[in-house]
């Protein structure tokens, strides 16, 4: 394959420690549609269409995607990929990629700095007893927790139905599919990374709404991100402070975070909803004409069917379709707080999912594996701040011993992560 140089668009949502939620880029390279071609596709014989569970980790969908003939790998399911990436290096081997060449990324933040990625081609994945062939893997380690992730390759050979409520997504053949439901069809155009996007509506703080064209991104965990400036509406709230959002693949991207007053999508209209606005450093202002990026914190409010063959996606509320988004926390922080024995500290010590807990200086400290982590501050009985972005509560069996860790953020959905068992060492 002939190197070339890429823009590095996908954007997706980590969340930092700071007051609001983060917007970075994933070290991902793409390339344009002609430029790497669809793998081919066969449905199991006898089946039309395909049902595969998904996790959740941190707001992402991931699922079972196996290499080459490899033990199923977990990988994010990203309708903002407009390829497939592997980033654990320690699975590389096993995998048996074919490494035929490199191109040229570029990520968000830090003046966008180049740097190279392998590319392997003629690879066979299989997701679920689909077979697809003749597929290219971008290889670059990433420290996500994650061993990679995958979109275009699969969404625009079939047609995906995810729902959040089942937590299940259902692959069918598109020559033999046929929506009979009563949802809301939305037309999809796409860039030429074959990401797609869709139209919606937004008042930042007045009364009028603005419609906004944005990215329909399934690997961001936020809820909304504008681009300010890219229609005379979009304008930063009043009283945001200038944060660092997150880390790209070139650097830091900086920016702000707040709430807009409401936001609709499909004839359903959210209000208060958390939204990100990044500076100049995320680089992805103005792509394919957008406003935005919709991401998996509205998305999992309906049930979405993707159909990238009649170029449509279409909506069916579920039942997180009303609930709101975050929570409240406590208004001072330092006056709220206690002190918790150094003892009982080590109670809430262990790994929960992509989280670990330890005990620094003192007192707890939170970090997402591969992320950024922060010191956490008591507010109750086994109750503690995340800075201002999340209240955590460790939940205990009946025999006293926390065995969950429970995360209400303010500005996306809660997450409840299972403890894991300490390693014993023989």
């Known amino acids: 394959m002939k190197s070339s140089t890429i823009n590095f668009l996908k954007l997706t949502v980590i969340f930092a420690f700071s007051l609001t939620n983060v917007l970075a880029q994933v070290t991902q ?36 995607v196996s290499v080459n003939g490899s033990r199923p790998l977990r990988y994010a399911f990203d309708t903002g990929a407009s390829g497939a990436i592997h980033y ?71 047609v995906v139905e995810i729902d959040w409520e089942k937590q299940v997504i259902r692959f069918y053949d598109p020559s033999k599919y046929k929506y009979l439901g009563k949802g809301t069809v939305l037309p999809l155009t796409f860039d030429q990374g074959g990401r797609p996007y869709t139209m919606a509506s937004v008042a930042v703080a007045g009364e009028k709404t603005v419609p906004v064209k944005l990215v329909v991104d399934t690997g961001a965990t936020h809820a909304l991100s504008l681009d300010v400036g890219s229609k005379e509406e979009i304008k930063l709230p009043e009283g945001l402070t200038k944060t660092v959002l997150g880390r790209g693949g070139s650097g830091e991207v900086t920016g702000y975070a707040g709430r807009i007053k409401t936001f609709e999508l499909g004839g359903q209209t959210f209000k208060d909803v958390p939204t990100s606005f990044p500076d100049s450093s995320a ?58 024995p150094s003892a009982i500290l080590q109670d809430y010590v262990g790994k929960y999912g992509n989280k670990e807990i330890s005990v620094q200086d003192g007192g707890l400290y939170y970090q997402r594996i591969g992320g950024r982590g922060a010191a956490l501050k008591a507010i109750g009985k086994d109750k503690f701040a995340l800075d201002a972005a999340a209240q955590i ?31 014993t060492v023989k």
Do not use: C, H
């Open 88 to 158: 654990n290096s320690s699975v590389i081997d096993a995998l048996k990629l074919k490494i035929t060449g490199k191109i040229q990324g570029r990520g968000a933040g830090g003046g966008g700095a180049a740097f190279e990625v392998p590319i392997a081609e003629n690879v066979k994945f299989n997701i679920g007893g689909i077979e697809f062939s003749n597929g290219i893997f971008a290889i670059r380690q990433f420290p996500s927790g994650l061993d990679g992730v995958i979109g275009r390759p699969v969404f625009a050979n079939t």
């Open 283 to 340: 680089g992805t202002a103005g792509i394919f004409g957008r406003q935005g990026n919709l991401g998996s914190g509205v998305l999992k409010r309906f049930k979405v069917i993707y159909d990238y063959s009649r170029k449509q996606m279409i909506l069916e509320p579920n039942k997180f379709a009303n609930e709101p988004f975050g929570v409240a926390m406590p208004k001072n922080i330092a006056v709220n707080s206690v002190q918790i």
């Open 393 to 423: 509560t460790f939940i205990r069996d009946g025999k006293g011993v926390v065995t969950e860790m429970l995360i209400e953020w303010v500005d996306r959905d809660k997450e409840q992560l299972k403890r894991e068992a300490p390693t």
């Open 29 to 64: 390279a793409e390339l344009t549609q002609r430029e790497m071609p669809l793998p081919t596709m066969s449905f199991p014989v006898g089946k039309t269409f395909v049902e595969v569970p998904f996790e959740v980790e941190s707001g992402l969908m991931v699922i079972p």
